[in-house]
């Protein structure tokens, strides 16, 4: 299934809102998706671009990924690491939908760029699955916003460390492609944070059949089947300002100087649907932290301890918490928890850990388990100051030194008082009792 006929099957189903009145692209639209949040909102007329539907709010909660896929939120975790272990080449195609029309000459206002806030410093694309690659390491899929700043050049936001940055650190320019329009395999696939060499492509195969094709003008393996590409090249020493932007933490990010991306061609299907991603919103969110559970949850079980679910949840900006749901077999098993769950989000700043009967997506249960079950001279574990987020405004300024600390919500094995049980009320089908 292709991002069209994805967006097909939600209006199918009565879960798209359809608009068919002109709608600007400056702050308008984003002031319709936010409001419609979390539905999936269609824009038939966006009124400074012709050519061009746009969408948004695709993906914003886990069970949105999880309906894509076909299973239930508990399987998702499980099916995106076995996807990760067991990656496979995608097949590759000539005559590529995301390829049937050439743009020719490069103009960005032919495309509908959003501009989000008044305080955004331009209109910026946030959907874009950039695609990289180096001659010894290979390709690399992840996201990256970039700002228009002219007819053909975006300055684009590359946080050290990762491989884009590493790519650009070695070869001075390295070819991009940045593709819009996708599934929510290839999203969460170029999400998903692997060591270095691993082509998140064939974890995108793995999640569900991917078909890939050559770029044009540039040596890259895209999407075969997303919506717009825009090929060219990203240079290291040429820079422009990119931002105000805002972050995953609904804070504006500060304006830097960044690598510029020289747009040097853009081809796109008929009848293009440009995928729009309000940021900072709950389908940034998610796509952002949701990647992250896996690996957490492979790093407490690979501690020992019997880890039942992850969420990275959006109270925490889908970044900053992580909430870990453990079967306690041992009294330590807690704090193992707390601290594995850390290796498996650098970028965590709080880990809560909580037992087996508490539902970690309701913040209701989770905040009553810190409640009864919580005792700060037993259940606290304090790592003091370490590298954490660049994206916490908290952080010591310039740096990403945070404080990071765990809490272990679990109750005792062995109970010397009150019961640390939640009662329980039996159940009625209210349909029995109510006349029709």
């Not at 305080?119 to 180096?134: E, F």
Request: aromatic share 6%.
């Amino acid at each position: 299934m292709d991002f069209r006929q994805y967006v097909g099957k939600l209006e199918r189903e009565g879960n798209l809102l359809r608009i068919r009145k002109v709608v600007s692209g400056d702050l308008e639209a984003a002031a319709v998706l936010k409001t419609a949040e979390p539905n999936p909102v269609l824009f038939e007329n966006i009124k400074e671009t012709k050519g061009f539907r746009v969408v948004g709010n695709v993906f914003c909660a886990k069970e949105s990924i999880a309906k894509y896929f076909g299973i239930t939120t508990a399987d998702l975790i499980p099916k995106i690491t076995k996807a990760i272990d067991q990656r496979n080449q995608p097949e590759e195609i000539k005559n590529a939908p995301c390829q049937e029309v050439d743009m020719g000459t490069v103009d960005l206002n032919k495309l509908p760029i959003l501009r989000h806030t008044k305080q955004d410093g331009g209109k910026y694309i946030s959907s874009a699955v950039v695609v990289t690659r180096d001659p010894e390491y290979g390709q690399n899929l992840d996201f990256h916003r970039a700002m228009q700043i002219s007819n053909n050049k975006m300055s684009t936001r590359i946080v050290e460390g990762r491989d884009f940055h590493k790519f650009l650190e070695r070869n001075g320019e390295v070819e991009a492609a940045y593709c819009v329009g996708n599934t929510a395999n290839v999203l969460v696939a170029a999400a998903i944070s692997v060591q270095t060499g691993i082509d998140e492509m064939y974890i995108a195969n793995a999640l569900e059949k991917t078909r890939v094709t050559k770029a044009k003008s540039v040596n890259l393996l895209i999407p075969a089947d997303c919506e717009v590409v825009l090929e060219g090249r990203v240079f290291m020493k040429e820079r422009a300002a990119e931002g105000p932007f805002i972050d995953i933490t609904d804070t504006f990010d500060v304006i830097r100087q960044e690598p510029v991306f020289e747009v040097r061609k853009i081809t796109h299907r008929r009848d293009p649907i440009w995928q729009a991603l309000l940021p900072g919103a709950l389908e940034h969110k998610l796509l952002m932290g949701m990647p992250k559970e896996p690996t957490i949850f492979k790093k407490v079980t690979e501690a020992g301890v019997r880890c039942l679910d992850v969420n990275v949840n959006p109270g925490g900006c889908s970044w900053l918490h992580a909430i870990v749901k453990i079967d306690k077999k041992n009294e330590d098993d807690g704090k193992k928890a707390v601290l594995a769950a850390f290796e498996g989000h650098k970028s965590c700043k709080h880990v809560f850990v909580v037992d087996k009967d508490i539902n970690i997506y309701d913040p209701l249960q989770v905040e009553w388990s810190m409640a009864t079950r919580f005792q700060a001279d037993r259940g606290l574990v304090n790592k003091g100051k370490e590298p954490g987020s660049s994206l916490d405004p908290s952080a010591e300024p310039g740096t990403k030194i945070t404080n990071k600390v765990g809490f272990d919500l679990t109750a005792p094995i062995v109970t010397k008082g009150k019961s640390f049980s939640r009662a329980e009320f039996p159940k009625a089908d209210l349909k029995k009792y109510v006349e029709e």
